[in-house]
């Protein structure tokens, strides 16, 4: 089935320790990107991927890290999480970045930073 | 990028047809519409986009008026699977770049389908 798989579900830490939210695609899109989801912010793209070794700054990148060193995987970094960063992040793919292809989502990761 | 304009709820009986309208009187002549829809806190849902010609596929049909100044997105037949948030949002052909990926969901449309 194809699909966009976020892992964990849920995770909740404490601040200031590194952790890893991985998204993986399996229908070979080039383009990957993360958001996190608020109340009343609505979706904010983080960072976002064109293709293999190319990542860009969105909206909001501050306190995140991204890499992608294939093209399946764009696994999202917090190097030492705050509490601001408690928010429910998405994982998303394309085949192309164009206004006629659609993003396709993961299901989401609650993150909660005590 | 063109605003949308939802209404904030609608009620659909289940097996009806279910219509959520949608205004996006400022689009540009080559923005496309999409509907996206969301079921609690899972991830967006993509349902279905146009450009000027309706569009139909396994989950929803599309109408774009002609001016397209407005859409309606058609669930034939709704079930209560389909309770959800619905949102309407107009998108920019340019590829690439933060403005590909930057999509502006609005309140959308809180869709209820009873029994």
């Known amino acids: 089935e194809a699909q966009v798989t976020q892992n964990p579900r849920y995770l909740i830490t404490v601040t200031g320790k590194k952790l890893t939210v991985t998204c993986s695609q399996n229908m070979n899109h080039e383009y990957m990107s993360w958001y996190r989801q608020d109340p009343g912010l609505g979706l904010r793209q983080i960072y976002y991927?064109?293709?293999?070794?190319?990542?860009d700054k969105g909206d909001v990148p501050e306190g995140y890290k991204v890499s992608r060193k294939e093209k399946r995987n764009f696994p999202l970094i917090l190097e030492s999480p705050s509490p601001n960063q408690t928010s429910l992040y998405f994982c998303?793919?394309?085949?192309?970045?164009?206004?006629?292809?659609?993003?396709?989502f993961g299901n989401g990761t609650r993150l909660t930073v005590t | 990028d063109a605003k949308t304009t939802q209404p904030p709820s609608m009620d659909c009986a289940e097996g009806r047809a279910a219509n959520l309208p949608c205004n996006h009187s400022t689009i540009s002549g080559n923005e496309y519409v999409y509907w996206y829809r969301q079921i609690h806190s899972q991830g967006p849902q993509y349902i279905i986009h146009g450009l000027k010609n309706n569009e139909t596929n396994e989950m929803a049909s599309l109408i774009i008026t002609e001016d397209r100044k407005s859409s309606t997105l058609i669930l034939p037949h709704a079930t209560l699977r389909d309770t959800a948030v619905y949102y309407c949002?107009?998108?920019?052909?340019?590829?690439?770049?933060?403005?590909?990926?930057?999509?502006?969901f609005g309140q959308g449309t809180i869709l209820t389908v009873h029994p």
């Open positions: 949002i107009v998108r920019p052909p340019g590829a690439g770049g933060t403005s590909y990926g930057k999509l502006t």
């Open positions: 998303a793919s394309s085949p192309e970045p164009t206004g006629n292809s659609p993003l396709h």
């Open positions: 991927s064109m293709n293999v070794e190319v990542t």
